[in-house]
C-alpha cells in the first residue's frame, strides 16, 4: 500500500467551477499535511500546509484533514484556467525531513 | 519565479555513465532536499541536506549520493547510471515549511 494515494485524473471542469481534489494516507502518525502545485516544465509550488484535523484558507483555496478517516481535500473555489496544471499532495514523515508525495491530479479548467 | 536555480536543465547520458546535477539554493536557506520525479508520478525523496550534513535519506542505493555547499549551493551524484534513472530531479531549498521552494528541474535521459 502507498503511504499517499492519489487520483491522477484528468480532471477537466468548466471556468468557475468549484474544484475538489482529494487523497487518502496510510500512517496515522502524520501530522502535517500539505498541497502543491505543478505547472507544466515547473517545479512544484507548496500552495498550502495544514497541521493536524481542520480547515486552512487562502484565497479561492480551502485544505481540509479529517484524520479519523485519513482524508486530505483541497477545494477551488471560482476555478480559473490559470489554475490549469497538476495537484500535488503530500505529507511530512514522522521525522519531519522527508515529503511523501502522491501521484498528482491533472487538472482542466476550460474557459 | 524562485531563487532556486538547477543545472543543466537537460541532460542525455547512457547508461554506465556518472552524472552530476547542481542547485543553487536560496539565500539563508540552510536546507536542501532532492527528490526524482518519473514521468506521470510524484516526486519520490531522494535524501535531504542541512547545514552540509545528510539530514535524511529515502528509498535509494548508495550510487546516488550527495554535497551541500557553504554558498547554498548543492549537488546530486549519480554513479553506474540505469535507464530507470531517467527521470525530471528537482531540489527545494527550505528555511522550515513556511519557506519551501523547489528549482526548475534537471530532465536526465539515460540512452
Known amino acids: 500500500q502507498k503511504e499517499v494515494e492519489q487520483d491522477p485524473g484528468p480532471l477537466s471542469v468548466p471556468e468557475g467551477a468549484i474544484v475538489s481534489l482529494n487523497c487518502t494516507y496510510s500512517?496515522?502518525?502524520?501530522?502535517?499535511f500539505m498541497w502543491y502545485r505543478q505547472y507544466s516544465r515547473k517545479g512544484p509550488e507548496l500552495l498550502m500546509y495544514?497541521?493536524?484535523?481542520g480547515n486552512k484558507e487562502d484565497g479561492r483555496f480551502t485544505a481540509q484533514v479529517d484524520k479519523s478517516s485519513k482524508y486530505i481535500s483541497l477545494f477551488i473555489r471560482d476555478s480559473q484556467p490559470s489554475d490549469s496544471a497538476t495537484y500535488l499532495c503530500?505529507?511530512?514523515?514522522?521525522?519531519?525531513?522527508?515529503?511523501?508525495f502522491g501521484a498528482g491530479t491533472r487538472l482542466f479548467v476550460k474557459a | 519565479e524562485t531563487g532556486v536555480t538547477q543545472s543543466p536543465t537537460h541532460l542525455i547520458k547512457t547508461r554506465g555513465q556518472q552524472v552530476t546535477l547542481r542547485c543553487s539554493s536560496q539565500?539563508?536557506?540552510?536546507?536542501v532536499s532532492w527528490y526524482q520525479q518519473a514521468l506521470g508520478q510524484g516526486p519520490q525523496f531522494i535524501f535531504q541536506?542541512?547545514?552540509?550534513?545528510?539530514?535524511g535519506r529515502g528509498n535509494f542505493p548508495p550510487r546516488f549520493s550527495g554535497l551541500q555547499f557553504p554558498n547554498y549551493s548543492s549537488e546530486l551524484n549519480v554513479n553506474a547510471l540505469e535507464l530507470d534513472d531517467s527521470a525530471l530531479y528537482l531540489c527545494?531549498?527550505?528555511?522550515?515549511?513556511?519557506?519551501?521552494?523547489f528549482g526548475p528541474g534537471t530532465r536526465l535521459t539515460v540512452l
Open positions: 495544514t497541521y493536524s484535523s
Open positions: 541536506y542541512y547545514r552540509e550534513e545528510e539530514n
Open positions: 527545494a531549498s527550505s528555511l522550515g515549511l513556511d519557506e519551501q521552494f
Open positions: 503530500a505529507v511530512l514523515n514522522t521525522g519531519g525531513f522527508k515529503t511523501i
Open positions: 500512517n496515522s502518525a502524520f501530522q502535517y
Open positions: 539565500s539563508g536557506h540552510n536546507t
